[in-house]
């Protein structure tokens, strides 16, 4: 295991999905490579649980890291179409964090959690020698609710259309772009225009209003491994196939601007606030309705049937692997750390 990301398949497959601890009668979804949560049905209840690591970047601001930080770990729930509920956060924090600037990311994390209703029920909160940004902790994200609102991972069915929000590496750009942004040569126009995607990295208010609009039988954010890893994730955990349209596809401005810039596949690169959905026939003007009505831009791409894969452009798909925007990012920050040694 060396890639840097999410392990691939196989090394799921080996080393983690053969064991998984003790058998439990009240898991009704278990751990399973590319799908984003899990779930319990206590008595007919879901508990629909997902963690992910907690990402906390002191450039974009206190304030502003927060809320990312916080909406990449209720997006995996969010797919389930329930409303997350509550919230478990570990922090484990650099030394050189001051009280000031942790007391001004947690003060974002407490308001996005009240304006959606999320309570935070348990956590652990220190500074340990040997930890660096980016990555501070984990948290768990929970959703309570009915088990038939829950819209499952692998419940596409041929004959369903294929949506997507937003288009790819909307995440890849935003993020990168606002980081580093000395290191774009970009004109000005087309570098706001990038950076304001970090703004769409959300997908709560999305995946929900989607779900209540109509019959959406699956439903899967485009995170490691861009939005053809996802498409690939969907069709393999329903056991479907997928025929995809790129011409269909909504992409925001400054997308394909930054990934030739850096020479990534838009394709394959990190896009959390995109989300990819199978959606029954009859409900799509609907779900497409309420979305526009949200202000997200969304489109028919393709469509499900019998079979296995997904195919775009009439090609056979193979999982990315490897997200390229990693590596772009690692570039960027040697970049942006040998510049400011040489100021020194």
């Given at each position: 295991m060396?890639?840097?990301?999410?392990v691939d398949?196989?090394?799921?497959d080996?080393h983690?999905?053969?064991?998984?601890?003790?058998?439990?009668?009240d898991?009704?979804?278990?751990?399973?490579?590319g799908?984003d949560?899990?779930?319990?049905n206590?008595?007919?209840?879901a508990?629909?649980m997902?963690t992910?690591?907690?990402?906390?970047?002191?450039?974009l601001?206190f304030?502003?890291?927060g809320?990312?930080?916080?909406h990449?770990v209720?997006?995996d729930?969010?797919v389930?179409?329930l409303?997350p509920t509550?919230?478990?956060?570990?922090?484990t924090?650099p030394?050189?964090?001051t009280?000031?600037?942790?007391?001004?990311?947690?003060?974002a994390?407490?308001?996005?959690?009240r304006?959606?209703?999320?309570s935070?029920?348990?956590?652990?909160t220190?500074r340990?020698?040997g930890v660096d940004?980016?990555?501070?902790?984990?948290?768990?994200?929970?959703?309570?609710?009915?088990?038939d609102?829950?819209?499952?991972p692998?419940?596409a069915?041929p004959?369903?259309?294929?949506?997507?929000?937003?288009?790819?590496?909307?995440?890849?750009?935003?993020?990168?772009?606002?980081?580093?942004?000395?290191?774009?040569?970009?004109s000005?126009?087309?570098l706001q225009e990038a950076?304001?995607?970090l703004?769409?990295?959300?997908?709560?208010?999305?995946a929900?209003?989607?779900?209540?609009?109509?019959?959406?039988?699956a439903?899967?954010d485009a995170?490691?491994?861009?939005?053809?890893?996802?498409?690939?994730?969907?069709a393999?955990?329903?056991?479907?196939r997928?025929?995809v349209d790129?011409?269909?596809?909504?992409?925001?401005?400054?997308v394909f601007?930054?990934c030739?810039s850096?020479g990534?596949?838009?394709?394959?690169?990190?896009s959390?606030?995109?989300l990819?959905?199978t959606?029954g026939?009859?409900?799509v003007?609907?779900v497409?309705?309420?979305?526009d009505?949200r202000g997200t831009?969304?489109?028919?791409?393709?469509?499900?049937?019998?079979?296995?894969?997904?195919?775009?452009d009439g090609?056979?798909?193979e999982?990315p692997g490897?997200?390229?925007?990693w590596?772009?990012?690692?570039?960027?920050?040697?970049n942006?750390?040998?510049?400011?040694d040489?100021?020194?």
């Open positions: 060396t890639d840097l990301g999410k398949r196989s090394f799921f080996e983690i999905y053969p064991n998984l601890g003790a058998d439990r009668d898991v009704a979804i278990g751990p399973k490579h799908v949560f899990g779930m319990l206590l008595d007919g209840t508990v629909v997902a992910d690591p907690l990402s906390v970047l002191p450039q601001g304030d502003r890291a809320r990312f930080a916080l990449i209720l997006s729930v969010a389930s179409g409303l509550h919230l478990a956060v570990s922090f924090l030394p050189e964090i009280d000031e600037q942790f007391a001004e990311l947690w003060a994390i407490d308001e996005e959690c304006e959606l209703g999320i935070i029920v348990t956590g652990h220190a340990y020698g940004y980016s990555w501070v902790g984990g948290a768990t994200a929970m959703a309570v609710g009915d088990p609102d829950v819209v499952r692998d419940g069915r004959g369903d259309k294929v949506l997507v929000t937003k288009g790819p590496a909307v995440e890849a750009t935003g993020l990168l772009t606002t980081l580093f942004p000395d290191q774009f040569d970009l000005e126009e087309v950076q304001s995607r703004d769409e990295t959300r997908t709560v208010r999305d929900t209003t989607a779900a209540a609009a109509g019959p959406v039988t439903m899967h995170t490691e491994g861009g939005l053809f890893g996802a498409l690939d994730e969907v393999e955990g329903a056991g479907v997928l025929d790129t011409d269909e596809i909504p992409v925001q401005p400054g601007a930054v030739d850096l990534i596949d838009p394709w394959l690169s990190t959390s606030g995109t990819v959905m959606v026939a009859d409900g003007d609907d497409l309705a309420e979305l009505a831009p969304a489109a028919v791409v393709g469509e499900v049937s019998e079979g296995t894969g997904v195919y775009v090609e056979l798909l999982h490897v997200d390229p925007s590596a772009a990012y690692e570039q960027l920050a040697a942006a750390a040998d510049a400011a040489d100021g020194e």
